[in-house]
C-alpha cells in the first residue's frame, strides 16, 4: 500500500491495484513510486475542486468498469476526514470510499434478547440485491 495524502497530511491508505489506475490521471493524483504516497494534485485548492475532479475520475473508472466497488455507486458523497469532526478536505462517492483507505464512520444497532438464561443476538441478512455485500449477514440498522 501507499499513503493517501492530500498536501502533507495522510487520509488513507491505497493499494496497488487502485494507486496503478489512480496513475493514468497525473492531472488529479501524483504517484511516488519511490516515497510510495498518491498525493491529489496541489493544483486542487478547494474542497469544491477536489472533489470534482476527484469524481471526475471515479465517474470513468466506473464507466471503464475498472472495479467492481464502483458497480455500487449510490450517489452519496463521503467526507474525507483525519478525525470523525474535523473539516473534510474533499468529498467521495460512498461506493468508492475503500479504493482511498479512508476513514469511514457510521452508527450500528445490534439487538439481542435473554432465553431460558442464555444470550441471544439477532442477525440479519443483506438483500441479495444490496450493490454491496449482497446476502451476507449484517447489523440489524446502520446509518
Known amino acids: 500500500c501507499m499513503a493517501f495524502c492530500v ?11 487502485s494507486w496503478r489506475e489512480l496513475s493514468k490521471f497525473p492531472d488529479v493524483f501524483v504517484v511516488d513510486e519511490r516515497d510510495k504516497v498518491v498525493k491529489l494534485s496541489e493544483q486542487l485548492q478547494t474542497v469544491d475542486k477536489r472533489t470534482e475532479k476527484v469524481n471526475d475520475v471515479l465517474v470513468k473508472l466506473r464507466e471503464d468498469q475498472v472495479f467492481d466497488c464502483l458497480k455500487g ?49 439477532w442477525i440479519s441478512r443483506r438483500s441479495p ?15
Open 7 to 17: 498536501g502533507k497530511e495522510q487520509y488513507g491508505l491505497v493499494r496497488e491495484d
Open 129 to 143: 440485491n444490496k450493490p454491496t455485500f449482497p446476502s451476507k449477514l449484517d447489523n440489524l440498522v446502520a446509518l
Open 73 to 121: 455507486w449510490r450517489y452519496e458523497m463521503y467526507p474525507v476526514v483525519k478525525s470523525y469532526r474535523s473539516t473534510p478536505v474533499f468529498l467521495v462517492e460512498r461506493a468508492a470510499a475503500g479504493l482511498f483507505g479512508i476513514k469511514q464512520y457510521g452508527c450500528h444497532l445490534n439487538g439481542y434478547f435473554y432465553q431460558d438464561r442464555s444470550l441471544f443476538m
